[in-house]
T-cell receptor, first 115, second 112 residues
Framework: ETGVTQTPRHLVMGMTNKKSLKCEQHLGHNAMYWYKQSAKKPLELMFVYNFKEQTENNSVPSRFSPECPNSSHLFLHLHTLQPEDSALYLC??????????????FGSGTQLSVL | AQSVAQPEDQVNVAEGNPLTVKCTYSVSGNPYLFWYVQYPNRGLQFLLKYITGDNLVKGSYGFEAEFNKSQTSFHLKKPSALVSDSALYFCATNTGFQKLVFGTGTRLLVSP
């Protein structure tokens, strides 16, 4: 295991629902990330948090709302999603501001299906 | 813009044979290059990285990658493939601080 835990593993929701994805890391890292993985597309960076502060929003639609209450937890709140938002959502962490060459530790992801 | 490309959607190799998964990069300046692997129903796992120094980088599970500046390539290699190496492999590079950009992935299928 990588030390990054995501729940739930699978989620099916309607377009009018509100749900949240949770990520927790036990590695003592200070940076956390949300990535979106769609079939046959490169992974897309969505958000980056450093020491609980959002430092990157990669032009993500407002129907995705991240929250980082502390350096160990990261949430992605979902509301009024579209079918094209169906994907695997991956959380990752890293030691933080060390450098651009540090590696990421990924969770197993939440497979989201929007009906 | 910094980017990587993986020209093969899938690579098939027999167990015991050498394997190569290709990656080319388009990076200004000195590139930071990475390989990650994703097993079924799992997140990505770091395999190795090239920052500077020796062109041959050794990583986890017996994998290595060769940095070739003249060909702008960073191919992943293993001398003898195992069935358990079957997975999705991603090449990546940095586009800025904490911004990794990934290739589209190459599925490796190792047959017994």
């Amino acid at each position: 295991e990588t030390g990054v835990t995501q729940t739930p593993r699978h989620l099916v929701m309607g377009m009018t629902n509100k749900k949240s994805l949770k990520c927790e890391q036990h590695l003592g890292h200070n940076a956390m990330y949300w990535y979106k993985q769609s079939a046959k597309k490169p992974l897309e960076l969505m958000f980056v948090y450093n020491f609980k502060e959002q430092t990157e929003n990669n032009s993500v639609p407002s129907r995705f709302s991240p929250e980082c209450p502390n350096s160990s937890h990261l949430f992605l709140h979902l509301h009024t999603l579209q079918p094209e938002d169906s994907a695997l959502y991956l959380c990752a962490s890293s030691p933080s501001e060390a450098a651009t060459n540090e590696k990421l530790f990924f969770g197993s992801g939440t497979q989201l299906s929007v009906l | 813009a910094q980017s990587v490309a993986q020209p093969e959607d899938q690579v098939n190799v027999a167990e015991g044979n050498p394997l190569t998964v290709k990656c080319t990069y388009s990076v200004s300046g000195n590139p930071y290059l990475f390989w990650y692997v994703q097993y079924p129903n799992r997140g990505l796992q770091f395999l190795l990285k090239y920052i500077t120094g020796d062109n041959l980088v050794k990583g986890s599970y017996g994998f290595e990658a060769e940095f070739n500046k003249s060909q702008t390539s960073f191919h992943l290699k293993k001398p003898s493939a195992l069935v358990s190496d079957s997975a999705l492999y991603f090449c990546a590079t940095n586009t800025g601080f904490q911004k990794l950009v990934f290739g589209t992935g190459t599925r490796l299928l190792v047959s017994p």
